[in-house]
C-alpha cells in the first residue's frame, strides 16, 4: 500500500512515520511507500529508508498534482500553529484551510476513495459567551473555536465529514491533545511552554512559564499520539463511529502537577529553572482552552491516556 | 448610511429589501443607499426605489470590487440551495463557502467592519451516529450537518465568527426556518415542498408531498423570518451574546397539522389536492432534519414564531 503523511517532517509526523515504518504494514496490509510531504526535509532516519519518498514543498502548491499518486492512505498533519494563525491570519487560512481544501479535492480526483485521518485539535473547543464551555469536553461538546487556528481546525472537520458522507475519502477527524515533551526549540505554539518548561530544565536551562501553575491542560506523549493517530486509521466506520471528530486521550493535569512531575524525575534543581513570567497574551489564549478532555469513542478503540505526567517526561528522557 | 443585501432579488431577499426601504431606517440611521446584489434582477417594486442599486451578477465575480463600498451593513442571503449542493458539489462549495470568504475578505479589505449578519439554517442540525440529535434542537444543540448546504452554512457561521473575533466584521450569524409559502414554482431546495402542499391547492393545483403526513418541521413565515434579521442587525453584541449562531423562532408543526389548517382556511377541496407519493431522496434528506427548534436567543431579541400554521397561509394569501 502506498501512504502519505503530510507535515511528516515534524515532531508527530516524523515520529508516526517511523511508527508506520517499523511496523511495516497498515490493517493488515505491506507499507510499500510513503511519502512524506511537507515543507522542510524529514530526519536522516526517514530519508533513508527504501520506502521512504520525500516531497520537500508546501503542500498547497503539491497537491495540484497529488491525484495522479492514487493514495491508499492519508494521515494529514500539516498546519500551521495557533500563535502563527493569530500572527497572519492569511496565512492561517492558507495554510489550515485552502491546503486541506485542495488536499481533500485531489484525493476526490484520484476516485479511489482513500482513507484519511485529520490531525484536527483541542483548540477546537472554547468558551462563547452564549456557551459556558464545561471544564472537562467530550465528544459531544459544542465545540465554539476562540483561536482562527481552532476555527480552521473545526471547519477542516467538517470538510471531511460531508466529502466522507459523499464517499469520495473515508474521513476521520482526531482532535490531538497538546503534545509533550516536543525536543528542539519553542514553536509558534501558544502551547510551546507546556513542552519549555520540562525540556529546558531538563537541559540545565532556565524556562519561561507564561500562565500560573493552577492552569489545568489535556496532555498527552508523542508515542500515545502517533498511537491514537494509527488506531483511528484502523478502525472500520462502525468502531469510529459517525463523522464527527473524536478526543484522543487526555491525561488532565495543572502546571503545578507538571512541576511535581519534574521534580520527582529529575530533582528539585531541575524545578527551581522554570521561573513565572506572566504573559497576558498567552494566557489570554489558554484561557480560552479546555481545563481537561474526555475520551469516550477513543477508548472504545482501546485508547488510553498516559498513566501520570512522569511517565510523559520519562518518555521524553528515554528518547533523548 | 449604505446596505448590502447579496440575495436580495430572492424570497427573502427581496421582501427584507422592502421592509427595509419601507421603515426608511436601520437602528436610528437613514438608509440612503440599498444595494441589490443577486444573480437575478430585483422585482420592479425595488428597482424604482431611488435608494435601489441593482447589480446582476454573479456575487463571487462581485466580490473584487466591492471593498470600494464600504458599506456600513449587509444581509449575506445568497445562496446555493441544499438539493443543488447535493447534486453539484462544486458549485455548492463555490456558492456557499467561496462567496462568502470572498465577501468576508472584501468587508475586511474595506477597513470599516461594517455589521453582517448571515442567514444560517436549520439545515446545520443532523444527527450523526455518534450524536443522537434531540428533536427539538436548540442554540446549543451540537450541530452535525447531514447535507453539503447544511455543512457550508456551519463553516460560513464560524468563519464569520473568527472574522468578528478579529473584528474585520461585527457579523451574527441566523439560523432560518424554513420560509413558508413560497410563492412561484418549486425551487432545488428539499424543503420545497413544505411551499407547495399549501401555495398549489391555494391555486387549485394537485401538489405532491413526498413524506409522511407525520413529519414535524420548524417553519416561519416570511415576515417573521425578515424581522429576525432586522431584529439581529439591530441587537448589540451583548444583546446578540456571543459570536454561535442562532436559531430564529420556529413553529414546530407536522405535514397533517398544515393540512388541517389549509383545510381551515381554505375547505376540504383545498386539502384533497394534496396528493402523498413517498420520494425516498427527499425523504431522506429530510429524515435527518431536526423535527422542531427552540429560540430562546432570538426570544431574548423580543422574536417570536408564529401564533399557528393558519397564520402563516393568511400572510400567504394576503400577499397574492
Not at 507499507?31 to 521512504?52: C, E, S
Not at 466506520?237 to 459517525?242: D, I, P, Q, V
Not at 486521550?249 to 519534574?262: F, I, S
Request: proline share 6%.
Amino acid at each position: 500500500m502506498k501512504l502519505l503523511i503530510t507535515g511528516g517532517a515534524g515532531f508527530v509526523g516524523s515520529r508516526l512515520a517511523r511508527s508506520l515504518l517499523t511496523q511495516g504494514s497498515l490493517g493488515g496490509q505491506k507499507i510499500d511507500k510513503l511519502v512524506i510531504a511537507d515543507q522542510y526535509a524529514p530526519p536522516d532516519f526517514l530519508l533513508k529508508d527504501p520506502r521512504v519518498e520525500a516531497r520537500t514543498a508546501p503542500l498547497l502548491a503539491q497537491c495540484a498534482t497529488l491525484h495522479e499518486d492514487r493514495f491508499d492512505g492519508v494521515f494529514h498533519l500539516a498546519s500551521a500553529v495557533s500563535g502563527e494563525c493569530e500572527d497572519d491570519f492569511d496565512l492561517g487560512m492558507r495554510s489550515n484551510l485552502d491546503t486541506t481544501r485542495a488536499l481533500l479535492d485531489a484525493l476526490k480526483r484520484a476516485g479511489n476513495k482513500p482513507r484519511f485521518v485529520f490531525s484536527s485539535s483541542i483548540a477546537v473547543f472554547g468558551p462563547d459567551p452564549a456557551h459556558p464551555m464545561p471544564d472537562i469536553v467530550t465528544d459531544e461538546t459544542l465545540a465554539m473555536p476562540q483561536t482562527s487556528y481552532g476555527t480552521h481546525k473545526l471547519m477542516c472537520e467538517l470538510l471531511i465529514a460531508d466529502y466522507t458522507r459523499k464517499c469520495y475519502v473515508d474521513g476521520r477527524s482526531a482532535r490531538l491533545m497538546t503534545v509533550t515533551v516536543r525536543p528542539g526549540t519553542p514553536n509558534g505554539a501558544a502551547s510551546s511552554f507546556f513542552s519549555g518548561i520540562i525540556r529546558e530544565p531538563l537541559a540545565g536551562k532556565v524556562a519561561i512559564c507564561p500562565v500560573p501553575d493552577t492552569v489545568s491542560h489535556p496532555l498527552s506523549s508523542a508515542s500515545l499520539t502517533v498511537q491514537g493517530l494509527i488506531a483511528v486509521y484502523a478502525a472500520s466506520r462502525e468502531e469510529f463511529l459517525g463523522r464527527s471528530g473524536i478526543n484522543l486521550p487526555a491525561l488532565n493535569v495543572t502546571v503545578k502537577e507538571m512541576l511535581e512531575a519534574l521534580e520527582a524525575v529529575a530533582g528539585p534543581k531541575a524545578r527551581s529553572l522554570v521561573k513565572f513570567e506572566f504573559d497576558e497574551r498567552i494566557a489570554n489564549i489558554v484561557s480560552n482552552w479546555p481545563k481537561g478532555a474526555a475520551s469516550k469513542r477513543a477508548h472504545r478503540l482501546g485508547l488510553h491516556p498516559a498513566k501520570n505526567f512522569a511517565s510523559i517526561i520519562e518518555e521524553y528522557i528515554q528518547e533523548l
